[in-house]
């Protein structure tokens, strides 16, 4: 979840009560398709994603797009691209790749338009959608805050998510991470909600959890493979490719928690083209475009079957 409120790990530990809200997101980075031994993690250089050639325009819906976005046949889109797998770099230092890239392809495509992804700051999109950027699709989670000064259309759920080695040898539970060695990604929301439960659980006179922090998502995968820690705690949508590409060595565990949709951006001033955006995520997610990119991405539970404009408005 990116830069959004989340509520912390209360139902990950038994008995645990009164747990703080903490504010913050993810950096998890393009690293995750660099972690070597028996991760299995995917070479960037070999990433290839959803091939949006296929898509055709739609006719109807590509007349919806305002002139002056139609005029030169491209979308510019800004994206922060350190976010695998919604978008990062390729292995070559330059493609932007990953599922928003390619949700943002398909977008284009349905509009009779060729997306452009321009790299920016993460907290620099939002203000520059109708200046700089015609919409932004950069893993942004939809809040009250942002649809504020921006229209917002949904596509995509995420929250956290914990995984474990496959078969769940430890007999981890979920609900109880007291004494569990966890691995996590530095400076994430998920490291300061397990320290926050590890707290806790020792106040309420069990076993601390063990919070072991790296620099990148792929040494929490590697070292969740390698037996080094017994679970890895990240955004759901990060935690679901790491699983995807370990080759059947990992899996999910629990539910997803602090589940929030993720949105395209569009400038609060430009309706016209909200309501193209929000009328092409609709074809994708009802022609199966949509769940079949995600897919590429081992994300495809996070599709939505609804594109929303300005939901909870």
């Not at 200046?131 to 504020?148: C, H, M, W």
């Not at 006179?205 to 790296?214: C, D, N």
């Not at 589940?259 to 994708?284: C, R």
Request: proline letters at 4%; a negative charge; glycine letters at 10%.
């Amino acid at each position: 979840m990116r830069a959004r409120t989340v509520t912390s790990l209360s139902a990950l530990a038994v008995g645990v009560l009164g747990a703080a809200l903490l504010t913050g997101c993810t950096t998890a980075s393009e690293d995750l398709g660099s972690a070597s031994g028996d991760a299995a993690a995917q070479d960037g250089a070999a990433v290839q994603g959803f091939d949006v050639s296929g898509v055709e325009a739609d006719t109807e819906l590509a007349a919806l797009v305002p002139a002056e976005v139609a005029e030169d046949g491209v979308l510019t889109v800004g994206a922060e691209l350190s976010y695998a797998p919604a978008e990062f770099v390729a292995a070559d230092g330059v493609t932007p790749v990953g599922f928003d890239v390619d949700i943002a392809g398909a977008v284009a495509a349905t509009l009779g338009l060729e997306a452009q992804v321009e790299p920016s700051t993460f907290d620099a999109i939002i203000p520059a959608v109708g200046t700089k950027y015609e919409v932004g699709v950069s893993g942004f989670t939809i809040d009250a805050e942002r649809l504020q000064v921006a229209h917002m259309v949904s596509y995509f759920d995420a929250g956290s998510q914990l995984a474990v080695a496959a078969g769940n040898p430890d007999g981890i539970d979920p609900a109880d991470l007291c004494g569990v060695v966890v691995g996590v990604q530095t400076g994430t929301v998920q490291q300061g909600e397990l320290e926050t439960v590890s707290a806790d659980c020792e106040a309420a006179g069990s076993e601390a959890v063990e919070v072991l922090p790296y620099d990148s998502q792929a040494d929490v995968t590697t070292n969740l493979v390698g037996g080094k820690v017994q679970a890895m705690y990240a955004d759901s949508p990060v935690t679901a490719y790491a699983v995807d590409q370990a080759d059947g060595e990992l899996e999910t565990l629990g539910d997803i928690t602090d589940a929030a949709p993720y949105g395209v951006v569009v400038a609060q001033d430009d309706t016209e083209l909200a309501e193209a955006v929000q009328a092409a995520l609709q074809q994708l997610m009802d022609d199966g475009t949509l769940t079949a990119i995600l897919e590429e991405w081992g994300n495809a539970d996070g599709a939505l079957a609804t594109a929303e404009l300005d939901p909870g408005v």
